[in-house]
């Protein structure tokens, strides 16, 4: 009604969906905020999380048990349970072994992985090499196959640790642990702008720019 005008509509924006304007506000042209594991691993939340989880899963008690009739019996003796209770080489406990093994597979698209080293059939050692020295790739039917420097490993031969899903809760994340990344740089560097934060709250014309 004369002589007033009516509001403009307000557009509204998200973090959890951000189109390229939003993604935009913070220097992202490419259209996604996702970030590699190198740097996801930076934000100390990320890395607190990884920790907490694969450092509670080594302390975790082992058992192994042998199914006698109707009834399951402990194997003490069973020569993988020393290496993963005990010592599971010279140079890494079985409490290490287990926390680096789950966190390759909070971290890691292929899991967790680690050659068990045989000694007249038996088990002697596990380890872990670094990442690219044993690989592993699937068959159409899901079927593992582990490559160490192009030979072929026997599936008795490996531990693989792997996720409930095809990528690892930090890929699956990396969008949302991406924005974080930037939203730290932004209050820890030049601050944030009103409009900034007004666009994040879904305010279309925060027009001023006084920093906090």
Known sequence: MWPFKPKPPVETKSLSNPDADLLAVFGITDGTAAVPASVALGVPAVAAAVRAISEAAATLPLTVKRKVGDAEADVPEFPALKLLAGQANPWTSGFEMIRDLMASTLTRNEGGLAFINRVDGRPAELIRYDVGVLT?????????????????????DVVHVRGAFSKCPLDM?????????????????????????GKLLGHADAGTTQRY
């Open 136 to 156: 592993v790739s699937y068959e159409p039917s899901g079927e593992p196959i582990y490559r160490m420097s192009d030979r072929i490993v026997p599936p008795s």
């Open 173 to 197: 994340c990396a969008e949302a642990i991406g924005v974080a990344v930037l939203l730290e740089k932004h209050a820890a560097g030049d601050g944030m702008s009103l409009p900034i934060i």
